[in-house]
T-cell receptor, first 113, second 109 residues
């Protein structure tokens, strides 16, 4: 089954404790991205990747890091989480960036205390 | 960066009625997409309309695009309780999609 998986689905952590949210897709997509969703603000892109070892900032990259060492995986790293990073996070992938259907993961609900 | 803005923010209708949601955007686009999100879940792609298309159908969905007005509409006909969800438009902006804040649709049975 074609899918994007994210782990963990729910996470409660404390300020400053490094965490990683994993994202994996099995569709051989070149393009992957991370979004955060906050009430009233819709989805905002954090980082995206056009292919292995090619990543770029989206609209709200501050406080986040990503890596793309393999085509299927695109982890999101919060080196020192803060309460304003409490949000619902989605990973997405597609064959090409913006002219193709984006396939979304199920989401990771992160709470930073 | 540009952003699609949906209107209305929320819509409540009876089962069987039609639901219309609108999206406006600011700059020229190559395509516009509509997505649906059930509460707290990932977005699901509904339909993509290219800038040279004016109307597109998919089942009970009808999407129109007016590039001169920089607007699009999503019509869901004969709505069902299962259509209750948030609906987002997304426009292309270089190498990314930019999403609006969404319309919350509630279909009452």
């Amino acid at each position: 089954e074609a899918q994007v998986t994210q782990n963990p689905r729910y996470l409660i952590t404390v300020t400053g404790k490094k965490l990683t949210v994993t994202c994996s897709q099995n569709m051989n997509h070149e393009y992957m991205s991370w979004y955060r969703q906050d009430p009233g603000l819709g989805l905002r892109q954090i980082y995206y990747s056009m292919n292995v070892e090619v990543t770029d900032k989206g609209d709200v990259p501050e406080g986040y890091k990503v890596s793309r060492k393999e085509k299927r995986n695109f982890p999101l790293i919060l080196e020192s989480p803060s309460p304003n990073q409490t949000s619902l996070y989605f990973c997405a992938s597609s064959l090409v960036p913006s002219t193709d259907t984006q396939y979304f993961g199920p989401g990771t609900r992160l709470t930073v205390l | 960066s540009q952003q699609g803005e949906e209107d209305p923010q929320a819509l409540s209708i009876q089962e069987g009625e039609n639901a219309t949601m609108n999206c406006s955007y600011k700059t020229s686009i190559n395509n516009l997409q509509w997505y649906r999100q059930n509460s707290g879940r990932g977005l699901v792609h509904l339909i993509l309309i290219r800038s040279n298309e004016r109307e597109k159908h998919s089942g009970r969905l009808r999407v129109t695009l007016d590039t001169s007005k920089k607007s699009s509409s999503l019509l869901i006909t004969a709505s069902r309780a299962a259509d209750t969800a948030s609906y987002f438009c997304a426009t292309d902006d270089g190498n990314k999609l930019v999403f609006g804040a969404g319309t919350i649709l509630r279909v009452k049975s």
